[in-house]
């Protein structure tokens, strides 16, 4: 069975730093989602991505956050100078075509855990 | 804007207990509503979902959930649990009209079940 997959499974950094997390959704998805969880908390929504734009955004998702989807397989996000507060474990997940039985069904991805020292 | 409550932040239960998993969702339009699972270490898996027609819905592993419009619930039931149903629990909502719409989850349930 297909499945979203995502890299690094962790990735430590400093504050400041950039990092670029990568996610494949499964390859006839065509929409694209990545949330975030903070240790202890809930899963929050951060960003969708559909037809090479942003469909939506939460407030968590500012000026440091920047999706893209380089090639036809890879979906990435990138923080631009990290936070203490960004570290989380990171999913991506992916929908297919929203008709019929699977509309808005969502699969996910294993996590990236982002530690920010 | 939409939000979900778990009735229940930890649930504990020895094997062969019966399980419900209380959920409410905020939202007047039409949703959609999920049930995923985070086994330890492991990424969210779809138990189980809720579009339209029979509110009483069945998914994998034996669990069912019932949406009751009336009361904006979607409890997840399981008539005998087991100690690999020792899981997080997430309830998720979105909405119905638009494609490509993005979850609400709950907190989440931490369920562990003993042996």
């Known amino acids: 069975e297909p499945e979203v997959t995502q890299t690094p499974s962790h990735q430590v950094t400093q504050m400041g730093q950039e990092v670029i997390l990568r996610c494949v959704p499964i390859?006839?998805?065509?929409?694209f989602y990545w949330y975030r969880q903070i240790l202890g908390q809930k899963v929050e929504f951060l960003v969708s991505f559909y037809n090479n734009e942003i469909s939506e955004k939460s407030e968590i998702f500012d000026d440091q956050f920047s999706v893209e989807r380089p090639d036809g397989s890879n979906f990435t996000l990138k923080i631009r100078s990290t936070k203490l507060e960004d570290s989380a474990m990171y999913f991506c997940?992916?929908?297919?075509?929203?008709?019929?039985?699977?509309?808005?069904?969502?699969?996910f991805g294993p996590g990236t855990r982002l530690l920010v020292l | 804007a939409q939000s979900v409550s778990q009735h229940n932040h930890h649930v504990i239960l020895s094997e062969a207990a019966s399980l419900e998993l209380g959920c409410n969702y905020s939202y007047g339009g039409t949703v959609n509503l999920f049930w995923y699972v985070q086994y330890p270490g492991q990424h969210l898996q779809l138990l189980l979902k809720y579009f339209s027609g029979d509110p009483l819905v069945k998914g994998i592993k034996g669990f069912e959930a019932e949406f009751i419009k009336s009361k904006f619930s979607f409890n997840l039931r399981k008539p005998s649990v087991q100690w690999s149903d020792t899981a997080e629990y997430f309830c998720a909502v979105n909405a119905g009209e638009n494609y490509g719409q993005n979850f609400v989850f709950g907190p989440g349930t931490r369920l562990s079940v003993l042996p």
């Open positions: 997940a992916s929908s297919p075509t929203s008709s019929g039985v699977f509309r808005g069904t969502q699969y």
């Open positions: 390859s006839n998805h065509l929409y």
